[in-house]
C-alpha cells in the first residue's frame, strides 16, 4: 500500500491549506485513515480520523478548525484546515489502517507564520 501526501506549504496566520492523502488502493478498504502531525522536539500525535464508516474524530487543538473527509471520485482523504495559528506548524502524515497493518505516507511540510 502506498499513500502519498500532498498540498502542504508556507501561509500566514489564519489562513488555510487543503492537505490530500492518495491511496494505491480503494479509500474504502481501510479501517481508519488518519493525518498525523509532528513538530520539531515533539512527538508525533493524532489530528484527525475518519472510520469506514465516516466517522470523524479530531485533536481538541483542532476542532472547529480541521476538517477530515473523503474524496471517493479521487480516492483521496482530505484534510482542510482554517484559521491557522503558528502551533499548526509540523510535517503531516496520512496513515491508514487495515486489520491490523499501519500504513504510513511521507510527510507534508506545513508552515504558519507571519
Known amino acids: 500500500v502506498q499513500l502519498q501526501a500532498s498540498g502542504g506549504g508556507f501561509v500566514q496566520p489564519g489562513g488555510s491549506l487543503r492537505l490530500s492523502c492518495a491511496a494505491s488502493r480503494s479509500i474504502f478498504n481501510f479501517d481508519t485513515i488518519a493525518w498525523y502531525r509532528q513538530a520539531p522536539g515533539k512527538q508525533r500525535e493524532v489530528v484527525a480520523t475518519?472510520?469506514?464508516?465516516?466517522?470523524?474524530t479530531y485533536v481538541d487543538s483542532v476542532k472547529g478548525r480541521f476538517t477530515i473527509s473523503r474524496d471517493s471520485a479521487k480516492n483521496t482523504v482530505n484534510l482542510q484546515m482554517n484559521s491557522l495559528k503558528p502551533e499548526d506548524t509540523a510535517v503531516y502524515y496520512c496513515n491508514a489502517l487495515s486489520t491490523g497493518l499501519s500504513h504510513w505516507g511521507q510527510g507534508t511540510q506545513v508552515t504558519v507564520s507571519s
Open positions: 475518519i472510520s469506514r464508516g465516516e466517522k470523524t
